[in-house]
Every structure is written in C-alpha cells, then in structure tokens.
C-alpha cells in the first residue's frame, strides 16, 4: 500500500495526536506493516477501532449475563431461604482460591499486553501460558466442585435430593476425561513437532501440554484445599479424611431429615381423606410440606448456581481458544510496538470473565 | 524508537500499577471472605456487593487500561452497567408489586414433593 509519494518514515516523525484518524500518519508506515488493513489509515486508528469494537461485544457480553444476575436477584427477593439453605452445601475456600487463581490470571494477561506493547516476544508466550494454566486450573477446581455436588446430590430443582454420605461415583474421572484426551493429544503434537524439527509448533504443542496438565493441578488444589481448612480449624491428620464428611454432616442430616419428612407427606397424602387428622398429626403434615417447600426452592437456587458458574466455565473455555490462538501468534512473532491489538482484546475478554466471577463468588458462595 | 511507538498508540501500564492492583484485589478478596465469616445479617449482601465493586472498578479501571484510553469506550460500558440497573430495578419493583397477591400452591406434585 506504500505509495511512492510517502516520505521515508523517518522523514517525518508523526506528531503525538490524539484522534485516531490524522491524515498525517497516512501512508507513511505502511511499507512496515504487515498487519495494517488497508481501510485503516493508522495503526491507532486500526488498534482504536478494534478497541472500540470489543468493547461493544463486551457490553452484550454484561447484557446477557445481567439476565442471569436478575433471576438471582428476582429469586433472592421472593426466597432469601432458599440462599440461606444453601449456604451450608458451598466451601467458600474453594470460590476463594478460584478467585486468587483469576485475579492472578488476569494479573500475567494485563502484563502479556505490556510485554506484546514492549516487543518482549520470549516474556509474551511465558505470559501467556501462565494465563492459560490458571484457566486450566480454575477448571479443575471447578471440576472437583460439581463432582463432589454430584455425589451429594446437590444438584438442579428437582434432581436436588442431598445425601448423607457422599457415594463414590467417578463423577470427576468422567468430567477430566477431556483433560486427559488433551494432555495425550497434546503431547503427540509436541512429540511430533521436536521429530520433525517444527520449533514453532513444539513450543505451541508444548505451552497447551503444560496447559492440559495445569488441570490435574487444579484438581489436586481442588482436593487439598478442605484437607488445609481442616487443619486450620484444628483437626488432626487423621480426622482430615473424614473431614469433608463431619462438615457436611451436619448440614446434609438435616436435609435427609426433610427427606424422610418429603416422604411421610407423600404417605400421608396417599391415604389422605382416610386419616381424620389428629391436630398434631396435621401440624406434621403442614410442617412437612413447609420442608418440601424449602427443598423445592434451594434446588431452584442450585439451578441458579449452574447455569451461572457453567455459562461463566464456558467463557473460560472461549478465553482460552482465543489466547491459545495468540499464543500460535505470539510465537510466529506477529505481536510487537506496532500491532498488539489482539493481545489486548483478548485481554479486555478475559478481565472481563475475571470481573463476572468478582460478583459470582460473593453472591454464590458467601452471602447466605 | 519502537517503544516511544507502541506509547502511541495506547498507554502502557507500568509493572508497578499491575502489581500493586493484584495485590489490592488479593486483599479484597481476603477481606471479603473474613466479613463473611462475621454473619452480618442484612448488611452482609450490602458491604460484600461494595468490595465486589471495589475490584472490579479497579479492574476495568487499570487492568482494562480505561483510565487511559479513549473516554468514549468507558462510557459505553458505564452505560450497559446503567442498564443492567434498569432491567434489575424495573424487574425487582414489579416483582415486590405482586407479590402479596400471589395464591400459595398446596398440590404436592406442582410443589415438587
């Protein structure tokens, strides 16, 4: 696109302008922009129209998730016992560690920018699959979550039904199969990559098998975070494994109690008419369908709780396409002082996911 | 010549501001959990939705680059947060308006029992 009438580059050093659409700079760095679209006068004019783009995404993005928010709220004002009841089945020290291993990820994302910004190649794709391991590890202690809910039975409406003790399902082999499909895919590339003498593609199969294996890490934090509660609180090592169970103990007898209850009302419907209801008998009854009630209602809220987490744990899994694609890029050498716009949408995205769990985890976990 | 570049076109964030933002946002989030421990009652929604809003201020404002970048894009996004509370007060205000007129159910299947 250079044109012949463009003065050298260094001939006329562009004048520090705030607007994005000077003609000035048009033209003139053309010659040594390969990324430059030719209907951009600028790159800053091409960087701010992409900004602005993103932003627009990003503001649909808050829309449609403000739905979700304002079913929680709606929820929260008809049935603050439902948050109450609910309280008792979420470990905040999981949602807290969830949160740090985030903020941290949002952390190494914002200084990626810095170092594309700065031409820092080598730093930009360490950054960058740091980024990615802590999504990777967000997940796995996500993945320990719904699974342990899953042998508790602590799942949506109607399928909400807790459990004293919880059973041994392979709920979390099942959900880290992906994982593990991951790390061996992963590896292979990376194998073949070094074979053929493919530096690029090593390394890129190489940052997303340090990725693949950064969830077997989150699992493992996932599993050891209560381990550590327990010993904060003052158990002994040999009181940890069972640690998990007393907490929970508490809480899920009093929920098999309501099912016990749940069922007596049944019964007493069944025969309904037959049984001339001795008062007390009728307060059972009354008291009964009041736990049904509640039941109904906090397996409502852990409808809530799903479809929120699991819409947010798919954004995760978007971000981390799109900064796998970055990484390729990164590694390619595309990103430096003069072209980094992907690199910071991306980033805005993933600040924004962070920003979405900022709430998630105060409303889900702590207020009850 | 090539960093004085990249200054151009959008600010750069100096490793000092991101670390000192992480660590606030750690401690906020350290707080948080604390306060929860407290059980505070009605106040607890109240405090813990204002450190929310404290971090994620100061992630849209230093780890977005906002408080650098064109006014306009912060605008747009001050904009949707005022419509998020338009759609959540209207709904919650008509919500509170029907309520008292609701008909409790008392068929056990409809109650899901």
């Known amino acids: 696109m250079s044109t012949t009438t463009a003065p050298p580059p260094e001939a006329a050093p562009p004048e520090h302008s705030g607007g994005g659409n000077d003609d000035h700079g048009h033209g003139h760095d053309h010659g040594h922009d390969p990324f430059l679209a030719h209907h951009f006068g600028s790159a800053k004019q091409q960087f701010d129209a992409g900004k602005f783009g993103m932003w627009l995404f990003l503001v649909t993005e808050i829309l449609f998730f403000s739905g979700l928010f304002c079913a929680y709220a709606v929820y929260r004002s008809t049935h603050p016992e439902a948050f109450a009841n609910a309280d008792q089945y979420l470990d905040p020290m999981l949602g807290a560690a969830n949160t740090a291993v985030l903020i941290f990820s949002s952390l190494t994302m914002a200084w990626a920018v810095r170092a594309a910004q700065l031409g820092q190649q080598q730093l930009l794709v360490r950054l960058l699959t740091i980024t990615l391991s802590c999504a990777s590890i967000f997940l796995g202690v996500k993945a320990v979550e719904y699974s342990h809910k899953w042998d508790l039975g602590i799942l949506w409406s109607s399928m909400f039904n807790p459990q004293l003790h919880a059973h041994h ?48 890490g989150g699992v493992g934090l996932g599993l050891t975070v209560p381990v550590i509660e327990g010993m904060i609180t003052g158990e002994t090592a040999v009181e940890v494994a069972e640690h998990a169970a007393a907490t929970e103990h508490a809480a899920v007898e009093h929920a098999a109690a309501e099912n016990a209850a749940v069922k007596h009302a049944a019964d007493h419907t069944a025969d309904g008419a037959a049984t001339t209801a001795a008062t007390a008998g009728s307060v059972e009854a009354a008291a009964a369908e009041q736990v049904a009630i509640d039941m109904t209602y906090t397996g409502i809220f852990f409808s809530i709780y799903f479809v929120m987490t699991g819409l947010h744990g798919i954004h995760i899994l978007a971000g981390m396409g799109v900064i796998a694609w970055l990484l390729y890029r990164s590694l390619l050498g595309h990103f430096g002082p003069r072209y980094f716009g992907p690199v910071d949408f991306v980033g805005l995205y993933w600040h924004l996911v962070d920003l979405i769990w900022i709430y998630l985890f105060p409303l889900l976990y702590l207020i009850g | 010549m090539d ?18 933002i992480f660590g606030l946002l750690i401690f906020f989030t350290i707080l948080t959990v604390a306060i929860a421990q407290l059980h505070l009652g009605r106040w607890e929604i109240i405090i813990s939705m204002l450190i929310a809003t404290t971090k994620a201020s100061l992630v849209a404002i230093y780890f977005m680059h906002l408080r650098y970048d064109n006014p306009f894009n912060a605008m747009v996004f001050v904009f949707s947060l005022v419509f998020v509370a338009l759609f959540l007060g209207f709904t919650l205000v008509d919500v509170e308006q029907y309520q008292p007129d609701l008909i409790p159910v008392q068929d056990p299947i409809a109650t899901g029992s």
């Open chain 1, 169 to 216: 399902s392979p709920a979390l082999l099942v959900m880290s199969i992906p994982a593990m499909l991951a790390v061996v895919a992963t590896a292979i590339l990376f194998g073949l990559g070094k074979s053929k003498q493919k530096p690029v593609q090593a390394k890129f199969w190489g940052c997303l098998l340090i990725t693949s294996l950064s969830y077997f």
């Open chain 2, 3 to 20: 960093s004085h570049d990249s200054h151009e076109i959008a600010h750069v964030m100096p490793l000092k501001v991101l670390f000192s």
